[in-house]
């Protein structure tokens, strides 16, 4: 029996690297980075070419119809380049839910244009995933949502949201309609936008089998795996650039590779590293083909990762010396990448707690994100 990926899918994976390395160097995540633009439009505009908007939609709505190890093995190859553009909201998570709860109506009305890059969809549901803070979090009534949603994946620039509020409903809402107010959310992370969306008594259409919290679960998993995947990738980029600075350093007339130190810190960076690459590829794959596997398998992958990737970045940085810490080299960017991964829909405690829960190795409490 045959574990590895398959060709196609390793063809993909070097066609979107190939994409990027053209579309999305350094110099543009830099520049992205430092300025105000809420979408990169030209990388997102490469990206749907290739398709990578509607990977997960269903051939009939112009997607391509494809697994969430699929969108994994992208996100991967994402996090390696730091990607300045949508796709945990937009490409996975939105689509999703259209599929998993949206209507025929809703289907055929957003699908084609999701699939096609025309739109893009902001995510807010860290409340309902991770838990409120003070005053945070979405209510409805009367068809109508109040309150403010942090962390709003995608958000900034999007056409439409998907909204998880208290109860764990998911809405569908167009977001420059009125009531709705999208503000940009500054974190340590500039290659990514997110955003704070407030709503004071904004139309909502709510998504009809999205009735209890069995489709929020469902991506609250996803997006488990999908940030897993983009810490997995960020960290092999680190690697990667404190191998090659290793090898073209010089000390004391030769590499500062060729020193044992050093050799150490990167052969532990990549021991840590390779077994997390199987973790990850086996939670996405179980998320379609192994469903009484799927939220255990998602929270391993989340927290685990939270783990190596902030190992990873802390021990590439020092082998890089003082220049590690400079914007010059932009290492900074995978580093902050992955932090941010690491905390957004619950931190790594808060998801091991989770699995616990699930192993029924603690009390699971009521919040979804427990």
Aim: charged share 20%.
């Amino acid at each position: 029996m045959d574990f590895a990926l398959t060709a196609d899918q390793r063809l993909m994976q070097d066609s979107i690297a190939g994409v990027l390395s053209r579309v999305a160097p350094l110099e543009r995540v830099r520049a992205f980075a430092n300025s105000g633009e809420a979408v990169a439009s030209d990388v997102w505009a490469a990206l749907t070419d290739f398709g990578v908007p509607g990977m997960l939609l269903g051939q009939a709505h112009g997607g391509l119809g494809l697994t969430l190890l699929d969108a994994a093995l992208a996100a991967e190859v994402l996090g390696e380049h730091a990607t300045p553009s949508p796709f945990l909201g937009s490409a996975v998570l939105a689509p999703l839910a259209l599929t998993l709860a949206g209507s025929p109506t809703q289907q055929e009305a957003w699908g084609p244009k999701l699939a096609a890059g025309e739109v893009i969809a902001g995510v807010a549901m860290h409340e309902a995933i991770a838990g409120a803070r003070d005053g945070t979090g979405v209510t409805v009534q009367n068809w109508r949502l109040s309150g403010q949603g942090l962390f709003a994946i995608d958000a900034v620039g999007a056409d439409i949201l998907v909204v998880a509020d208290s109860s764990c409903r998911l809405h569908l809402v167009e977001a420059r309609s009125p009531g709705i107010e999208i503000v940009p959310l500054a974190t340590i992370d500039s290659t990514r936008r997110f955003a704070e969306a407030r709503f004071d008594g904004a139309d909502a259409e709510p998504l009809e089998a999205a009735g209890d919290s069995e489709v929020l679960e469902r991506l609250r998993d996803a997006a488990f795996v999908i940030l897993a995947a983009d810490m997995l990738g960020a960290s092999q980029a680190m690697l990667d650039k404190a191998v090659a600075y290793a090898k073209e350093r010089r000390q004391f007339g030769r590499p500062i590779g060729s020193f044992q130190a050093v050799k150490h810190m990167c052969a532990e960076m990549a021991a840590e590293l390779e077994p997390a690459r199987a973790l990850v590829w086996y939670a996405a794959y179980a998320f379609d083909a192994v469903p009484a596997e799927a939220a255990l398998m998602a929270a391993h992958a989340k927290a685990h990762l939270a783990d190596i990737s902030r190992f990873v970045a802390r021990t590439a940085t020092e082998a890089h010396g003082g220049i590690g810490f400079t914007d010059l080299l932009g290492l900074h960017f995978w580093f902050k990448r992955v932090g941010v991964d690491r905390q957004l829909l619950g931190g790594p405690e808060q998801v091991r707690a989770r699995a616990a829960a699930i192993q029924g190795l603690a009390p699971l409490r009521e919040s979804i994100g427990a």
